[in-house]
């Protein structure tokens, strides 16, 4: 059965922090890796990852993806209250069935 | 371009009740595909449709059906609701159904039954 575990479960932080987001997939024939916002209501696409270990970038968020050991890490650097969210991340197959992991709720403080 | 749409955005129903959750996209994407989502479990897929005219069973496809009604529209019918299907229902299409197409989501239709 297809997994995807993401950590921490929940995050504190202060305005200014950098954070990083941890997801762990077992995913049979896995094709990409995707990581999505959740605010109030629909998850919004941040990024897909397909190669290991080259980085995507937009604006103070980046991803990279690590298919040896299954893993992807999402990074927030120089945090606002504007980032406080719930961080999905998806695994997909060949069959384009995702994945997806509890999401990790990051909250951003003054 | 208002993107993925939903109806309603709430919803309560006695148990055994029936009802159809209505999705439509305006961006000419191929697939379609219904989730839900309950508390610390992420969304898992109900069903999707790959094109029109097709339909698939995804990962907690039991309790629920689908259609297809064309290239715009996709709805979620639950035949006889039970307490255990209350959860939010998202909505989602992408281009194709490979796994290399994002989907966009809907914003979701917050379901409670009694």
């Known amino acids: 059965e297809d997994k995807v575990v993401q950590s921490p479960l929940s995050l504190v932080v202060h305005e200014g922090d950098t954070v990083t987001l941890n997801c762990s997939y077992e995913?049979?024939?896995?094709?990409?890796l995707l990581w999505y916002k959740q605010e109030k209501k629909a998850p919004t696409f941040l990024f897909m990852l397909t190669s290991s270990g080259i980085e995507k970038k937009s604006g103070r968020l980046s991803s990279i993806l690590d298919k040896k050991e299954l893993f992807s890490i999402l990074n927030i650097t120089a945090t606002q209250t504007g980032d406080s969210a719930v961080y999905l991340c998806a695994a997909s197959n060949a069959g384009n069935m995702l994945t997806f992991g509890g999401g990790t709720r990051l909250m951003v403080k003054p | 371009n208002a993107g993925v749409t939903q109806t309603p955005k709430f919803q309560v129903l006695k148990t055994g009740q029936s009802m159809t959750l209505q999705c439509a996209q305006d961006?000419?994407?191929?697939?379609m595909y219904w989730y839900r989502q309950d508390p610390g479990m992420g969304l898992r897929l109900i069903y999707y449709s790959a094109s029109e005219g097709t339909t698939d069973k995804g990962e907690v496809p039991n309790g629920y059906n689908v259609s297809r009604l064309n290239k715009r529209e996709f709805s979620l019918r639950l035949e006889s609701a039970a307490p255990s299907q209350t959860s939010v229902y998202f909505c989602?299409?992408?281009?194709?159904?490979?796994?290399?197409?994002?989907?966009?989501f809907g914003p979701g239709t917050r379901l409670t039954v009694t």
């Open positions: 989602a299409s992408s281009e194709e159904v490979t796994s290399l197409y994002e989907q966009y």
């Open positions: 995913v049979t024939n896995f094709r990409s």
């Open positions: 961006m000419n994407h191929n697939s």
